[in-house]
């Protein structure tokens, strides 16, 4: 038999418990929100459709998608002018496969996001 005192039966308790709780607080939509950052593209957009499907149907609620890096319109030259239709195609497919989960569109800045100045730009297009 195995006693109730034995080290190996206390550290899975623990564990079990510990997994409950982590469950309980990411599957409470008041504690915890889950919002996937993709870019427009293909993969993108097909893994976090994945994704949203499996923590939905797992009980945990989605709250929203940011669009990242889309070009701005300042952005000259043929090949951008032609990445700018591919990502606008995309980014018509994130609008009517995430409708209501899309919470913002953040445009790719002509340098690292680092530092306050920075952040202060992402956060205006948030």
């Keep these: 038999g195995v006693k109730n005192d034995d ?10 418990n510990m997994f409950e709780k982590a469950w309980n607080i990411l599957s409470d939509f008041q504690q915890t929100a889950f919002v996937f950052v993709l870019t427009p ?15 939905e149907h797992s009980g945990i609620k989605v709250a929203g998608v940011v669009v990242n890096g889309i070009i701005p319109q300042a952005a000259e030259g043929a090949f951008m002018n032609k ?3 591919v990502q ?3 980014i018509r497919e994130i609008h009517g496969k995430f409708k209501e989960k ?18 202060r730009r992402i956060a205006e297009m948030l």
């Design 88 to 90: 606008n195609r995309y």
């Design 41 to 55: 593209e293909r993969l993108p957009i097909f893994e976090t459709e994945r994704a949203i499907q499996y923590l």
């Design 7 to 16: 080290p190996v039966l206390r550290i899975l308790q623990n564990r079990k």
């Design 83 to 85: 990445r700018r239709e």
């Design 102 to 119: 899309v919470l913002a569109e953040i445009y790719l800045l002509d340098e690292d996001i680092w530092g306050m100045d920075n952040l």
